[in-house]
T-cell receptor
Framework: EPEVTQTPSHQVTQMGQEVILRCVPISNHLYFYWYRQILGQKVEFLVSFYNNEISEKSEIFDDQFSVERPDGSNFTLKIRSTKLEDSAMYFC???????????FGEGSWLTVV | AQSVTQPDIHITVSEGASLELRCNYSYGATPYLFWYVQSPGQGLQLLLKYFSGDTLVQGIKGFEAEFKRSQSSFNLRKPSVHWSDAAEYFCAGGRGGGGNKLTFGTGTQLKVEL
């Protein structure tokens, strides 16, 4: 069964460093998402992406964050200058253009020290 | 504002017992509703979904959920719990179309006693 894949599974970075989290959405999907889950808290929406542009973003998704689809298969989340409070599990997700079911990846656990 | 509420933070059941996890939603119109399960250190696996039609939906692993408009609820049930069901369960809602972002509940941690 096709699935959303994410790399790395776990990354430790120093505060102030740039981080790029990578995702390969399901191949025929056209909507892409990033969500995050701070330890012990609920899963929160960050951003949705469609047709090579952001379709919606939350207030969490400030200027420190950016997303990109650099080629036909990858979808990335960049955090420009990480803060301690960016430590969280980041989930990539995708869905088809007409469907309403969103499929999640296994997550990338980011630890900022 | 749209919201999804899971009133129970922790639930403990004995293996073989029945299970019901509660979920309430607050949306202007009937949302699309989902239940996801997250095992420790794992991602979010879709258990089942409700879009429209039959209000009792079947999912994977023997789970089912019932949409009740009058109660704004979408409770998850399983007639007989297995030890491997111990995990965190998230209810989520979306409006469909467009970006269709999901709003998640805070999750219910299920512990299964042998």
């Amino acid at each position: 069964e096709p699935e959303v894949t994410q790399t790395p599974s776990h990354q430790v970075t120093q505060m102030g460093q740039e981080v790029i989290l990578r995702c390969v959405p399901i191949s025929n999907h056209l909507y892409f998402y990033w969500y995050r889950q701070i330890l012990g808290q609920k899963v929160e929406f960050l951003v949705s992406f469609y047709n090579n542009e952001i379709s919606e973003k939350s207030e969490i998704f400030d200027d420190q964050f950016s997303v990109e689809r650099p080629d036909g298969s990858n979808f990335t989340l960049k955090i420009r200058s990480t803060k301690l409070e960016d430590s969280a599990m980041y989930f990539c997700a995708s869905r088809t253009e007409s469907g309403n079911t969103i499929y999640f990846g296994e997550g990338s656990w980011l630890t900022v020290v | 504002a749209q919201s999804v509420t899971q009133p129970d933070i922790h639930i403990t059941v004995s293996e073989g017992a029945s299970l019901e996890l509660r979920c309430n939603y607050s949306y202007g119109a009937t949302p699309y509703l989902f239940w996801y399960v997250q095992s420790p250190g794992q991602g979010l696996q879709l258990l089942l979904k409700y879009f429209s039609g039959d209000t009792l939906v079947q999912g994977i692993k023997g789970f089912e959920a019932e949409f009740k408009r009058s109660q704004s609820s979408f409770n998850l049930r399983k007639p007989s719990v297995h030890w491997s069901d111990a995990a965190e369960y998230f209810c989520a809602g979306g409006r469909g179309g467009g970006g269709n972002k999901l709003t998640f509940g805070t999750g219910t941690q299920l512990k299964v006693e042998l």
